[in-house]
C-alpha cells in the first residue's frame, strides 16, 4: 500500500501565499505523476497542477503563472507553491500519485486525506 500524506493548508488573506506538501511513503517501485486536485464545496474535483518524473509540468487555466508544482524525487515528495491567491482559490486541495508498484501495475488511485486552503477577501 501506498500513503500520501498532505500538509501546508491554512487560512490566508487575498494576495498572500502558501505552500502544500505530499509525502509519498510505502511500497513504491517509482512514482510516475504527481498531482494536485482540488474541490471547492459544490463543485467537482478539478486538476490545479501536475508533474511526471521526467519534469514535465502543466497547470489549469486558472492558476497559470500563480502556482508552480515541484517535486522532489528523492523524497517521493511534490509541493505546490501558491502565490497571489484569490478567494475563488478557496477549496479542499488534495494529492495524487500515479504509482508503478513492484507488480509492474501502475496504479493512479492514491490520493491523500485532503488540506483546506481558505483565501480571505
Known amino acids: 500500500q501506498v500513503r500520501l500524506v498532505e500538509s501546508g493548508g491554512g487560512l490566508v488573506q487575498a494576495g498572500g501565499s502558501l505552500r502544500l506538501s505530499c509525502a509519498a511513503s510505502?511500497?513504491?517501485?517509482?512514482?510516475?505523476?504527481m498531482a494536485w486536485y482540488r474541490q471547492a464545496p459544490g463543485k467537482q474535483r478539478e486538476l490545479v497542477a501536475a508533474?511526471?518524473?521526467?519534469?514535465?509540468?502543466n497547470y489549469a487555466d486558472s492558476v497559470k503563472g500563480r502556482f508552480t508544482i515541484s517535486r522532489d524525487n528523492a523524497k517521493n515528495t511534490v509541493y505546490l507553491q501558491m502565490n497571489s491567491l484569490k478567494p475563488e482559490d478557496t477549496a479542499v486541495y488534495y494529492c495524487?500519485?500515479?504509482?508503478?508498484?513492484?507488480?509492474?501495475?501502475?496504479?493512479?488511485?492514491?490520493w491523500g486525506q485532503g488540506t483546506q486552503v481558505t483565501v480571505s477577501s
Open positions: 495524487n500519485a500515479g504509482v508503478l508498484e513492484y507488480s509492474g501495475n501502475l496504479n493512479t488511485a492514491y
Open positions: 510505502g511500497r513504491i517501485f517509482s512514482i510516475k505523476s
Open positions: 508533474t511526471t518524473s521526467g519534469g514535465s509540468t
